[in-house]
């Protein structure tokens, strides 16, 4: 918000719905960043409130109220600790010297002591001592914002959790068609149908034999295999339910998985490892259950567009 310049803002006791009613909002507003204010003919009284209402704001981030109409140190008033200013300016004052003078400079330096967020200070600071403090305060906020926005260090970050890893569960629908696996897996398809998980292959083995069809064990087992690579595969990025071997579940985005030798590893990313910059990793020496939600059987189910018989004829 830019009134730079606004050499004819009127007077509050004019026009109460400019000046005052901006500083009045501006402790309730959470979407202001930028407040430039300087040359606005901003007065006195509205000066101060503005100090006061800063004071509540966490989400302003430069303020600039050079060449305005203050008095004294309404600025000092804005101190705040969880304030988010990088950048204050209010110098040259009109109807003011050069300086604030000596009880306005200790109000700032005290102020800069204290924040930990001004990484910029436009104000003109004639005491040794107190822009000696100033500086220092300045050096060291500024230290503080590289650190926060240098990159993490791979090395530095906290390793993963791990977990014993039980089962899988798919809570979201892939994004493909269902009928692709239709065609290509009627028995297996109809098996997560009836039972929202993926079968063993003596399960599958079963299955088609109560369908009429003979299934031998070296055409079962790299079936299962392959679709639920398919079906894990679809669901990074995704929601997943994670048990462990005692069956207690973590909620969390996947982000990748691997089944190297029938050694499995399953990375998630949870909300409370997003905070603290670390993952939650499952292994296991076998394969996992893979179950899924409701939501992807009723997905499954979208593409049934011919029998089970007739798709398994034409697999």
């Not at 914002?145 to 890893?165: G, S, V, Y």
């Not at 629908?173 to 998980?197: R, T």
């Not at 679709?227 to 462990?244: E, L, N, P, T």
């Amino acid at each position: 918000m830019d009134f730079h310049g606004l050499r004819h803002m009127p007077p509050a006791h004019l026009e109460p719905r400019i000046a005052p009613k901006l500083v009045d909002a501006m402790g309730r507003n959470t979407h202001i960043e930028v407040l430039t204010l300087s040359n606005s003919n901003l007065q006195k009284a509205q000066g101060v409130e503005l100090a006061g209402s800063l004071r509540k704001n966490q989400t302003v981030k430069s303020v600039n109220l050079e060449r305005g109409v203050s008095e004294g140190d309404p600025h000092g008033d804005m101190d705040n600790p969880e304030s988010s200013i990088e950048h204050l300016r209010f110098s040259h004052q009109k109807q003011m010297g050069q300086f604030f003078g000596r009880p306005t400079e200790e109000a700032v330096g005290q102020m800069m002591w204290r924040n930990e967020s001004i990484v910029k200070l436009g104000f003109e600071c004639d005491d040794a001592h107190w822009r000696n403090i100033i500086d220092r305060s300045l050096l060291r906020n500024n230290d503080f914002w590289r650190k926060r926005h240098a990159p993490p260090d791979p090395e530095a970050l906290p390793t993963a959790e791990e977990h014993p890893l039980g089962h899988i569960r798919l809570l979201q629908v892939p994004e493909a068609l269902s009928k692709e696996v239709l065609s290509k897996y009627p028995v297996l398809c109809e098996y997560l149908d009836n039972n929202l998980k993926m079968p063993t292959t003596l399960q599958l083995q079963n299955c088609a034999k109560n369908s009429g069809l003979q299934l031998s064990y070296t055409v079962a087992a790299p079936m299962i295999k392959e679709f639920r690579s398919w079906m894990i595969d679809k669901a990074v990025g995704q929601q997943v339910a994670v048990f462990d071997v005692f069956n207690t579940s973590i909620h969390g985005i996947l982000r990748r998985w691997s089944s190297e030798h029938d050694n499995w590893a399953v990375e998630i990313g949870t909300e409370e490892g997003k905070r603290q910059g670390i993952g939650c990793t499952f292994r296991s020496s076998k394969d996992p259950a893979v179950s899924v939600s409701e939501q992807w059987v009723d997905w499954l189910r979208s593409g049934k567009q011919i029998g089970w018989a007739q798709s398994r004829a034409g697999a």
